[in-house]
């Protein structure tokens, strides 16, 4: 799973979460899910401007992604851990520290029972680190986002290139 | 993004596709989203049967999981690819060979007008092979999943460990 951090304002202060549960669902327009445990502060923020963000930490931003998913915003001002931009949608706040930056609209809240409700959103803008790119877009061996495992609750790098999409499996036609 | 390889029954014969669009939504129940581009083939068979597999290929897997994205299930048998087990639903087909096979039923689609659907699936059953676990629970070291990286389409290994989650964060506090 990737580490990201979400972000909301709420009640007019940005605050942000640690989350594992999120992955885009479309390409065109573009959107994704995250999903955010009910007992989360943040939600109400979602809801309420219907803007959010996703910003996708490096791995040298470890300790603080992780302090930020360990500590509630009921709690601790997280709004003060970052130097925070807005974007067009004026109320998504985003980690200039993060290398990337997703800008999202909220377009459905969906609700299984369950202990989690899930966010849609449309990404209307991202925002990249001029160091990240390669021919204009994210690099991801640049960029050296945290993938999380769960159950042991372990943060790992990026390791080694395994091959070319798209290409790779043309070797089973030879086969 | 993770590299999954989705199963369906399409036309009573199992059916694959490689799809990186997939995460998951939530803890308890566990439930997971997949996003099929409206293009494939598989998706039909997930809304006849309401069944469907999401498939976690190791890294060694590369070339056959590249190999079934790139050919579409309408110009290839991928039933003879794999060695093909079913669960409890009984029309989700899992691949044997894949370390980890997630066996979901189909509890919602959602399409938003853009070019995929999304399915929402709630996990019944887990199937690991038993190399793969540690304390009885998968473990990524082990597993070896493929990562992928759009736009450049590179797969990628997991690589080193970073820290403990809930636990590294706790440096800040001392800062």
């Not at 942000?16 to 065109?28: K, L």
């Not at 509630?72 to 130097?83: N, P, Q, Y």
Request: with cysteine.
């Amino acid at each position: 799973m990737p580490t990201t951090i979400v972000g909301a304002n709420v009640n007019d202060k940005a605050n942000f979460v640690t989350i594992a549960y999120c992955g885009i669902i479309q390409h065109r327009p573009p959107m994704l899910a995250v999903s955010l445990g009910k007992i989360h502060y943040t939600n109400a923020g979602l809801k309420e401007n219907r803007t959010f963000s996703v910003n996708i930490p490096s791995e040298d931003m470890v300790e603080i992604t992780d302090y930020i998913g360990m500590n509630s915003g009921k709690t601790i001002d997280k709004s003060r851990l970052f130097e925070i931009f807005y974007g067009k949608l004026e109320t998504a706040p985003m980690i200039k520290e993060a290398p990337l930056n997703l800008e999202c609209k909220l377009i459905k809240v969906l609700d299984f029972d369950g202990n989690s409700e899930v966010f849609l959103g449309e990404i209307v803008e991202a925002y990249a680190k001029e160091e990240i790119l390669t021919n204009g877009l994210p690099d991801i061996k640049k960029l050296k986002p945290i993938i999380f495992s769960m159950h042991d609750n372990n943060y790992w790098q990026v390791g080694e290139h395994i091959g070319k999409a798209w290409q790779i499996g043309s070797e089973c036609e030879k086969k």
